[in-house]
């Protein structure tokens, strides 16, 4: 038992280590997870699989449950209306999914609701992209670390010394990555973002053509973000392309399970539990992952990491999916938003069902064995874990 706490909390430094590391610092995956070397230093790998014990399937459903009927009768925030779409759409709309890495699916709700993607694409697209070129060209060219300025930012660009984008999250950062997928043609690239998604999804996801065309007609400061971009040499195609594609990506309709399921497969070290396909690598999905943790709800991810603990993406058309290393992912779907462009209810619902399950990665219980998760930490009834070999 007293081995089991000790790798646990050896896992839980690193982890922490691997969210405040910048370029240079970035932890390299363990020898048996890599499938190709690493850019820097190693990192300690989480214990394997079996070592901590996982809620049943009750405690699942009913933490689920409980969050989404506390919630959903909350009334802060309101829909993003700077897109035309997103301003008709209903805000009592609320679901939440979660899939464990094992393939198991469990829902609440309207968690089959489609809904646009919108910024939650941009892990994904990342994930591809690092796959591809690899995590040192994505750190020289756009950057890691967060840039403290709202998604859509241009100051953040002319604050920058390379005047890069800072990180992928962002949308400079998200139009920079959709620019360098290695690709003959702007049809080769959108393919190759496409079929990412839906392997990320182990479902066809299509683009809602209305909310394209919306995007495409209102999309002026992504056009200056891109022309800014253009004007400093950092795009890898031409910027009509780039900004085309990406808002094309932002347009994807997903639903909470579905996210879930993308979120599970970075959970799973690349691979999706659903379906078994290999999407990324060990190592890009580790990356991914440690960028969600600090820039995946843009200038609040701090105090987003501060109450649930765990790595993050958000999207202004209601949608946030979290990731819990080695575990699970729980996606929800509510369009009211907060001020940093964060759905309100789907914060509350997530950070309140992964502190329940006792996963949060910053907690522990002092001079005990973790009883779930990393520690047992906001558990009810801890589960007795498997003995230490």
Not at 107 to 121: C, K, M, N, R
Not at 320 to 344: C, E, H, M, Q, T
Not at 351 to 363: H, M
Request: aromatic share 6%; with cysteine.
């Amino acid at each position: 038992m007293k081995l089991a706490l000790r790798c646990r909390r050896s896992w839980l430094f690193c982890m922490c280590l691997m969210a405040l590391a910048g370029p240079g610092i970035a932890l390299a995956e363990s020898p048996k997870a890599a499938t190709k070397p690493s850019d820097t230093a190693s990192t300690a790998a989480r214990p394997s699989q079996g070592d901590e014990a996982m809620p049943t399937e009750t405690e699942i459903q009913q933490a689920l449950q409980k969050a989404h009927q506390q919630f959903r009768g909350t009334k802060e925030g309101k829909n993003a209306d700077y897109i035309p779409y997103l301003a008709t759409v209903n805000p009592n709309l609320f679901g939440l999914a979660l899939v464990t890495v094992e393939g198991k699916v469990y829902t609440v709700g309207d968690a089959t609701s489609p809904f646009p993607i919108e910024s939650l694409s941009k892990p994904f697209t990342l994930a591809r992209l690092m796959d591809e070129v690899g995590a040192k060209k994505v750190e020289d060219k756009i950057g890691v670390d967060a840039t403290g300025q709202p998604f859509n930012s241009i100051v953040a660009i002319e604050m920058n010394e390379d005047h890069r984008a800072g990180n992928p999250l962002v949308n400079a950062g998200a139009i920079t990555s959709v620019s360098m997928i290695p690709a003959a043609t702007p049809e080769a690239r959108w393919k190759k973002l496409s079929d990412n998604f839906n392997d990320f999804a182990g479902a066809d996801l299509p683009v809602n053509q209305e909310v394209y065309k919306s995007e495409t007609e209102t999309n002026t400061r992504n056009q200056s973000i891109s022309a800014l971009l253009d004007s400093y040499k950092v795009l890898g195609s031409p910027r009509e392309q780039a900004l085309d594609l990406y808002t094309r990506q932002c347009s994807v309709n997903v639903t909470a399970t579905q996210l879930a399921t993308m979120g599970a497969t970075l959970a799973n070290g690349g691979t999706n539990p659903v379906t078994g396909k290999k999407v990324v690598s060990p190592d890009t999905a580790r990356r991914t992952l440690a960028l969600m943790a600090t820039n995946g709800l843009y200038e609040s991810t701090g105090e987003w990491l501060y109450q649930a603990g765990v790595p993050a993406k958000s999207g202004v058309g209601g949608g946030i999916v979290a990731v819990v290393p080695g575990r699970y992912a729980i996606a929800a779907f509510s369009p009211p938003l907060d001020k940093a462009g964060n759905s309100v209810r789907s914060q509350r619902a997530i950070s309140q069902v992964v502190n329940s399950l006792g996963d949060n990665l910053y907690a522990a219980t002092p001079g005990a064995a973790s009883q779930q998760g990393t520690g047992g930490a906001g558990r009810d009834e801890p589960k007795k874990t498997r003995p230490s070999p």
